[in-house]
């Protein structure tokens, strides 16, 4: 597996174990987690919009069997 800096791409020794890039500087550390952490978000965010879409598949049976209920009441 190649070991690289995910910000400006600069090859990185495998050994090479410092947080930081010695080019950009950038912290590897965080960057990666930065990086899954926005993955998570986009995972949670799809979840969260095919539960919106469920939701909204079976709110208007509920919605209707609620309405129904009221009205024999
Ligand atoms: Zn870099």
Do not use: H
């Amino acid at each position: 597996m190649e070991n690289k800096c995910p910000k400006c791409g600069a090859k990185l020794s495998i050994f090479y174990i410092k947080q930081e890039c010695p080019k950009c500087g950038c912290n590897l550390m965080y960057y990666n987690m930065e990086a899954r952490l926005e993955e998570d978000a986009a995972k949670a965010e799809a979840e969260y919009a095919k539960l919106n879409e469920i939701i909204e598949k079976f709110t208007p049976k509920f919605v209707k069997k609620r309405r129904e209920e009221k009205e024999q009441e």
